[in-house]
């Protein structure tokens, strides 16, 4: 029985299967069709807990979705330097330009 989670926006494929979702979701990715993928469960929890349980494993697997993150902050994560703090900058009589 094909789990719930993969008939979301993917249904258009006519296979809601926990394994043609990576699939599908690798090609477009690898393809340049997606950058990234919003998931939209038809029903909370349930339908997001079909997709982790039954998706994420897979997607693991191949190496498209991360096992954990190398950065402590999100900024780290993606890579972004941290701005300077403009009100230590102003204690210290600097000019900042805003």
């Known amino acids: 029985m094909p789990c719930s989670c993969c008939t979301v926006q993917l249904s258009v494929l006519?296979?809601?299967s926990p394994?043609?979702?990576?699939t599908n979701l690798l090609l477009w990715f690898t393809e340049g069709a997606a950058d990234g993928f919003n998931i939209m469960p038809p029903h909370?929890?349930?339908?997001l807990e079909d997709f982790v349980d039954h998706?994420?494993?897979?997607?693991?697997r191949r190496g498209l979705?991360?096992?954990?993150?190398?950065?402590?902050?999100?900024?780290e994560n993606h890579g972004l330097a941290r701005p300077a703090?403009?009100?230590?900058?102003?204690?210290?009589?600097?000019?900042?330009?805003?």
Do not use: K, M, Q, S
């Open 19 to 22: 394994a043609v979702t990576p």
């Open 85 to 98: 703090n403009r009100l230590a900058a102003t204690a210290a009589g600097e000019d900042v330009a805003v």
């Open 44 to 47: 909370l929890p349930g339908g």
């Open 65 to 75: 979705f991360r096992t954990e993150y190398t950065g402590r902050t999100l900024r």
């Open 55 to 60: 998706v994420v494993p897979i997607l693991r």
């Open 14 to 16: 006519g296979v809601p």
